[in-house]
């Protein structure tokens, strides 16, 4: 224990073994914050729940930061409904039905047009259906007529794909001429106070519109972006470091531990038991493991916790067992071993509490090491498709941007996320990894 | 083993070990060994082969998919052909019970799956590929020994240059590193030696980001342009042009760990005392380093020579994939994506062999270069 705190302060002495600590502590933040905040059934539904959940997102939106170092600055998103703080809305009785005049209000001041104008109307009659009448307001005080058009139950207006708007607005497309400023020749922004009216009318007593909803899609959303299907893609970056960090402890955890154990057994039974365990171990490293898992992952089952449990049983018998033999060898000769053995002590203790525990030194770092290649190992193989089928994870992410030419569509935040997240937890736990090797092999010091 | 039984040298040295010993020649030492020694690595091969069959039959499983498709195929067939709707409830169901059980019998699936995956066994081992199911090469045959002969090309091609560029330039840069321990380049890789972590695909999105995206100085990915050069230096600099970033992916993601881990073991070396005894004797730094320092770490060099080729092997799947390169990786996933399981077997057979093969010439080697090393003794 003593030894264990020394080793520790030790450590803080490393420059970069501090980096890798701070940032492995803020990985676990994440993970924990993620778990507590975004329970898994709300992580799945929010990455598999389909148009309602993120409708109101635009598609391939780089995230809102990016405008920090934008000379031009992209628009978000802007919503507004009838309950919106600064919406005038007005409904009066008619003889059949009733009159709504809602005056949606917002500032403009992007350099850039919006992806997208959509009105959402929701409304409730059992004949004859309402009539809207839309109206767009420039700040100039310009009044267009955006669209009359009777709507149902659930209606959407896209103005992006009213070719008589598009005429209106000088055969520009409606979401740029709309915005566009009339008194200059090329093509700029008007900013300023826009307005947009809608005009309801119903032809019932009981009928009412229910809700109008102004959605705007701007060009860049949230902290992480949105991708092609328009998901926000902070919940696969959240939900992604937990499912990182542990499939890689555990792959890791498990096969350095069992492989140690597996040897120290081989190595103090000697006879058919050694034997076995290295024709074993020579077997298992003829398969070719890349080509097992993605078999595994075709084949049997996708869920990333099968995936984990191959993993660890393919790379126990994998080259450590080797070099945790060798060592063993060794230390089996040494005399407090042979003391253990001539005062009676058992096979299982020797083992336990003898053998294994001097080959901690050299557990440890490799274990620490060992993290970044099963944090990558996930990614790749979610980069084959092969990912789990329900949860966001890293690899996913890299995949479904891969497939969608986000590299040549030039969506670059959207494969440098997950990328720089994994490269963070590879440099975090390779950092400390290297460190502690130091620590624990002071041979390696001097070097 | 059944090797070392028929000869009679081992019988003679279990009788008495203690005369025999001196007496024993070393062709015979050395023909006793290699044999014992072909002999355990082929049983490797042939579990390992087997147990990839399992796999990729997933244990019988794909006979059953099998087995229902023929049974869909019989049954449709007896519902729609006008011919076979007169016959009585009972005629139509022995006439479909033969039609089935001769369909299986075609397929082979009247014997149970152990029997069968012992013949497939046999056939692998025997390099039998057989047929792919659905895969076809590029000349449209199903034999998967062609489908893998026109993917073997483009990965050694791949794999050879990146191999030979990694390998020699990392014991390089690690020689000149070690002879200046401590300097800025020497600390420089320590520092960059986490990078390592990281897989060649996932450098190799950051360089068609950059280069291919971004620059536009190398293609994004394939191996020749379409429609290819013309003249044969046009298409051998074409071919260069697109080997340049899956190349240097797999090099920058290997090597500064690489470069690390060789420089740590040539301190290691240059620290024993015959070292500095030469430098005493006043050799020059190049003969220090060729005699005293490169020639005993000979053995472990040439180790890893052998086991870096593997690992690259099968290392190459997701680069190929990223860069669409026309190799065995890609014909990997392709196969394991279709359930074509004769492909798969064919690959893991080539690769198990491959494995094998270095693992029993390493040995040859260690004693070639190695003084120390006698095949066979102290076994």
Sequence with gaps: MQNLKKNLRELLKYPSAVIGIVLIVLLVA???????????????????????????????????????????????????????????VERSPRDMGENLVAVYTFEYTADDYPQDILLKFTSDYTNRNPFVSIYWITPDGREIRMTEQGIGYNTTYRAVQDDALERRVGGLSPEIGLFDDPNTEELDVLKGTYKVVVDALTFEDDSVVEEAELILHGKVFGWFGTDVQRRDLSIAILWGTPIALAFGLTASFGSSVFSMIFAAIGVWFGGWIDEAIQRVTE??????????????????????????????????????????????LQVKESPYIEAAHAYGASNTRIVFSYLIPRMIPLLIPGLVLGVPSYVFLEATLAALSLGDPVLPTWGKVIYDAQSNGAVYNGFYYWILEPAVLLVLTGLAFAMVGFSLDRIFNPRLRDV | MSVEIQSPGVGAEAEAPQTKRRTESTFSRVAKYTSYKLAMLFLTVVIAVYLTILIANMGGYVDEIVRGQIREFVGQMLRIDPNYQQMDPEEKNEFFQTQVERAEKRYGLDQPFVLRSFRYLWNA???????????????????????????????????????????????????????????????????????????????????????????????????????????????????????????????????????????????????????????????????????????????????????????????????????????????????????????????????????????????????????????????
């Design chain 1, 30 to 88: 994440i993970s924990v914050g993620t778990l507590i905040y975004i329970p898994r059934d709300e992580a799945v539904r929010l990455w598999r729940g389909g148009d309602q959940v993120w409708g109101q997102n635009p598609r391939t939106a780089p995230p809102v930061w990016t405008n920090w170092f934008r000379s031009e600055k992209l628009p978000e998103t802007i919503v507004r409904d009838l309950d919106t703080e600064g919406t005038t």
């Design chain 1, 283 to 328: 077997i298992s490293l003829t398969l070719p493991f890349l080509s097992i898992l993605i078999m595994v992952g075709t084949f049997y089952s996708k869920s990333i916790w099968t995936i984990l449990w191959v993993t660890v049983l393919l790379t126990i018998f994998g080259s450590s067992i080797k070099t945790y033999r060798a060592i063993f």
């Design chain 2, 125 to 379: 081992v025997t390099l039998d590929f057989g047929y792919a199911t659905l895969m076809a090469s590029d000349t449209g045959s199903r034999q998967v020994k062609l489908i893998i002969q026109d993917r073997l090309a483009p990965t050694l091609l791949l794999i050879a240059t990146s191999n030979l560029i990694l390998f020699f330039g990392s014991i390089g840069l690690a020689l000149s590193l070690s002879r200046g321990y401590g300097s800025f380049w020497d600390r420089f890789v320590l520092a960059m030696s986490p990078t390592s972590s990281a897989p060649s695909w996932f450098y190799g999105i950051f360089f068609i980001l950059i280069f291919a995206a971004i620059l536009r100085w190398f293609p994004f990915g394939g191996m020749i342009d379409s429609p290819p050069p013309r003249t044969q230096w046009a298409y051998i600099l074409n071919v260069g042009k697109h080997l340049v970033l899956p190349v240097g992916a797999i090099i920058t993601s290997a090597m500064f760990v690489s470069i690390y881990n060789w420089r740590t073991f040539f301190l290691i070396y240059s620290s024993e005392d015959y070292v500095e005894m030469a430098k005493a004797k006043g050799l020059s730094a190049n003969d220090v380093q060729n005699r005293y320092i490169l020639r005993p770490t000979l053995p472990t060099i040439i180790t890893s020579f052998g086991l870096l080729v593997i690992t690259l092997w099968t290392g190459s799947i997701l680069t190929e994939a990223v860069f669409h390169w026309p190799g065995l990786g890609q014909t990997t996933l392709t196969a394991i994506g279709l359930y074509d399981t004769p492909v798969i077997v064919g690959l893991t057979i080539i690769y198990a062999y491959l494995l094998a093969i270095t693992v029993f010439l390493l040995d040859f080697i260690y004693a070639l270069v190695d003084p120390r090393v006698k095949i066979g003794s102290g076994r």
